[in-house]
């Protein structure tokens, strides 16, 4: 029954029937033995009694005609819902119940609410519902690649070939190095020292990298500190081969200084 505010009262009255009938003076050892009680009662007591508005006995009426609606009783416990409100991480994913989930669009530092049920896991912003997405137990990842934007898509979905492609983009040797980077038991604890290549070819442009990353490998090693140390000297290098040669060095003279002359030694003329 929809319990509303005229039928409020009416559903209530039951509680009000069931203290004084059942509760009144009674004392029980232990659960087990209310439990037995109550049945009792409501075969004997209540079950029995005439209801004052249907005039029928309600054990009578429950057996002859809503008995064969029931369905059957559930094999697990009730499944209590998780509500609890979740902030977007830069990733673009929310921590829910120890598990990550993805988010569509930019939503980076904002709350969403969240209900996860033993099966789903539902994000709803502003009361609309913005994502759906599989439960996963404590350290699990749902991560849709639709919801990410395409520059975190391949570190958030731990996509190796992709990133291998993203460093070849700036250059054979960039692209073998970030491979050989990748060439690991656990490749996704790698995967930054790949984004820190990448960012190397912004700073330094491709052809100073590309060049640099192929002596590297020449010499059968993956150290990026060693790639940056190369890329900085060889900058240094160039700046200084590149700066003008200094020319004659101009001495100012004061303003208000005598002539050097003035201060000439003079021979003295001997006088026979």
Request: net charge positive; hydrophobic share 40%.
């Amino acid at each position: 029954m929809c319990l509303t505010a005229r039928s409020k009262g009416r559903v209530e009255r039951a509680i009000q029937f069931v203290q004084g009938s059942f509760w009144a003076g009674e004392s029980f050892a232990d659960l087990a033995i209310a439990q037995e009680a109550a049945v009792l009662w409501c075969r004997t007591r209540a079950g029995m009694r005439v209801h004052g508005t249907t005039h029928q006995q309600p054990l009578m009426a429950f057996t002859e005609h809503e008995h064969a609606h029931l369905l059957p009783a559930p094999a697990e416990p009730y499944d209590v819902p998780l509500y609890t409100t979740a902030k977007v991480a830069r990733d673009h994913h929310v921590q829910v119940a120890k598990a990550l989930y993805s988010i569509p669009g930019d939503r980076r530092g904002q709350q969403v609410d969240v209900r996860a049920d033993r099966a789903l896991v539902k994000l709803y912003q502003h009361g609309n519902l913005i994502k759906t997405h599989p439960r996963k137990p404590p350290g699990g990842r749902s991560t849709d690649r639709d919801d990410l934007p395409a520059h975190v898509s391949a570190y958030a979905l731990r996509d190796l070939e992709r990133l291998i492609g993203d460093a070849a983009v700036h250059g054979r040797a960039v692209g073998e190095l970030a491979a050989k980077i990748l060439d690991d038991p656990l490749p996704w604890t790698t995967m930054r020292r790949v984004y820190k290549l990448i960012g190397l070819c912004r700073t330094y442009n491709d052809q100073r990298v590309e060049a640099a990353a192929r002596r590297l490998l020449d010499a059968e090693s993956i150290d990026l500190n060693v790639l940056r140390r190369m890329l900085e000297r060889a900058l240094e290098e160039e700046t200084a081969t590149a700066a003008p040669a200094r020319s004659n060095v101009i001495v100012a003279t004061a303003r208000f200084a005598r002539d050097s002359q003035r201060y000439a030694a003079r021979r003295n003329e001997v006088r026979s």
